[in-house]
C-alpha cells in the first residue's frame, strides 16, 4: 500500500508542477492549454482501456468488465451533478470580474472531484496481480495532471492573487489522489474477487471526465486540428510507457 500512496503522491504533486510555467507566463494561450488538454485526454484514454479495461477482462469475465464501466460512468456523473456550489470569495478575495472567480472554483472543484477515481485507479493497480501496472497508471495520471494544473492557473493568472498561491491552489487538487489510492488499495486487499470490477470502474470515470470535461474544453477555441493531433500523441505516448513498464 506504501508504493501505492507514494505513487498516488507524485502523481496528484504534478498538478502544481503544471502550474509553474504561470511564474514566468502572464498570459496562457488558448492553443497551448488545448494542445495540453487533449494530450492528456490522449494518455488517459489509452491508460483507461489498455492499463484498466485490458487487465480486468483478463481477470473477469465481460459482464463484470461491462457493468463496472457503466457503474464508474453513472456514478461520477451523478456525483459531479450535485456537488454543491462554494463561496468564491471565500477562496479567491475581492475579484474585478466575479465570473473569473466563481469559474476558477468551479474547474478547481471539478478536478479535484476528477482526481478522486484517478487516485483509485493507482490504488487497485498496485493492489492487482499485474506487475508494473500500478506504475505505469501513476506515470499516466501524472502526465495529465501537469496540462489539468495548467488548466487551474491559467483563469486565475488574470485576477491579483500571488503566483504562489495560484501554484499552491492547483497543487491542491491533486493531493486527494493519496486518499483515493489508499481506499482502493484497500477494496482490493479485502478481496480479490473485485478486482475486475474495481480496474473497470476506474475506467468507466475516468472516460467520463475525459469524454465529458476534457475533449470538450480541448476543442472550443478553434485548435480542434492540433488537439486532435494532440490526443493521438497522448495515445502513442501511453502506448510507449506500457512498453517500457509492462513489456
Same mark, same amino acid.
Given at each position: $500500500?506504501?508504493?501505492?500512496?507514494?505513487?498516488?503522491?507524485?502523481?496528484?504533486?504534478?498538478?502544481?508542477?503544471?502550474?509553474?510555467?504561470?511564474?514566468?507566463?502572464?498570459?496562457?494561450? %488558448?492553443? *497551448?492549454?488545448?494542445?495540453?488538454?487533449?494530450?492528456?485526454?490522449?494518455?488517459?484514454?489509452?491508460?483507461?482501456?489498455?492499463?484498466?479495461?485490458?487487465?480486468?477482462?483478463?481477470?473477469?469475465?465481460?459482464?463484470?468488465?461491462?457493468?463496472?464501466?457503466?457503474?464508474?460512468?453513472?456514478? !461520477?456523473?451523478?456525483?459531479?451533478?450535485?456537488?454543491?456550489?462554494? @463561496?468564491?470569495?471565500?477562496?479567491?478575495?475581492?475579484?474585478?470580474?466575479? @465570473?473569473?472567480? /466563481?469559474?476558477?472554483?468551479?474547474?478547481?472543484?471539478?478536478?479535484?472531484? %476528477?482526481?478522486?477515481?484517478?487516485?483509485?485507479?493507482?490504488?487497485?493497480?498496485?493492489?492487482?496481480?499485474?506487475?508494473? $501496472?500500478?506504475?505505469? !497508471?501513476?506515470?499516466?495520471?501524472?502526465?495529465?495532471? +501537469? =496540462?489539468?494544473?495548467?488548466?487551474?492557473?491559467? =483563469?486565475?493568472?488574470?485576477?491579483? $492573487?500571488?503566483?504562489?498561491?495560484?501554484?499552491?491552489?492547483?497543487?491542491?487538487?491533486?493531493?486527494?489522489?493519496?486518499?483515493?489510492?489508499?481506499?482502493? &488499495?484497500?477494496?482490493? /486487499? !479485502?478481496?480479490?474477487?473485485?478486482? =475486475?470490477?474495481?480496474? &473497470?470502474? &476506474?475506467?468507466? +470515470?475516468? *472516460?467520463?471526465?475525459?469524454?465529458?470535461?476534457?475533449? =470538450?474544453?480541448?476543442?472550443?477555441?478553434?485548435?480542434? @486540428?492540433?488537439?486532435?493531433?494532440?490526443?493521438? *500523441?497522448?495515445?502513442?505516448? $501511453?502506448?510507449?510507457?506500457?512498453?517500457?513498464? *509492462?513489456?
Amino acid at each position: $500500500m506504501g508504493e501505492a500512496v507514494l505513487a498516488s503522491l507524485l502523481a496528484g504533486l504534478a498538478t502544481g508542477v503544471g502550474a509553474l510555467p504561470i511564474l514566468f507566463l502572464r498570459k496562457v494561450s %488558448h492553443k *497551448l492549454r488545448d494542445s495540453l488538454l487533449a494530450f492528456a485526454a490522449g494518455v488517459m484514454v489509452a491508460a483507461s482501456c489498455f492499463n484498466l479495461i485490458v487487465p480486468a477482462l483478463n481477470e473477469g469475465t465481460v459482464l463484470e468488465v461491462c457493468l463496472g464501466i457503466i457503474a464508474g460512468t453513472i456514478v !461520477l456523473g451523478i456525483f459531479e451533478r450535485y456537488t454543491p456550489d462554494m @463561496d468564491y470569495e471565500k477562496y479567491f478575495g475581492n475579484l474585478e470580474d466575479e @465570473d473569473v472567480g /466563481r469559474r476558477a472554483v468551479l474547474l478547481i472543484t471539478a478536478i479535484t472531484l %476528477h482526481n478522486i477515481p484517478e487516485g483509485l485507479a493507482v490504488g487497485v493497480g498496485f493492489a492487482s496481480n499485474a506487475p508494473g $501496472m500500478g506504475v505505469a !497508471l501513476a506515470i499516466a495520471i501524472a502526465v495529465q495532471n +501537469a =496540462p489539468e494544473g495548467l488548466v487551474v492557473a491559467a =483563469p486565475l493568472v488574470d485576477t491579483d $492573487m500571488p503566483s504562489w498561491k495560484i501554484i499552491w491552489l492547483a497543487t491542491l487538487t491533486g493531493l486527494v489522489e493519496p486518499i483515493a489510492a489508499i481506499f482502493g &488499495s484497500l477494496l482490493v /486487499r !479485502l478481496t480479490e474477487a473485485i478486482i =475486475p470490477f474495481a480496474l &473497470s470502474f &476506474s475506467a468507466g +470515470a475516468m *472516460l467520463y471526465v475525459v469524454f465529458k470535461e476534457m475533449i =470538450p474544453e480541448s476543442h472550443g477555441h478553434g485548435y480542434e @486540428d492540433i488537439a486532435t493531433y494532440s490526443f493521438v *500523441l497522448g495515445v502513442v505516448f $501511453m502506448l510507449a510507457i506500457n512498453y517500457v513498464f *509492462l513489456v
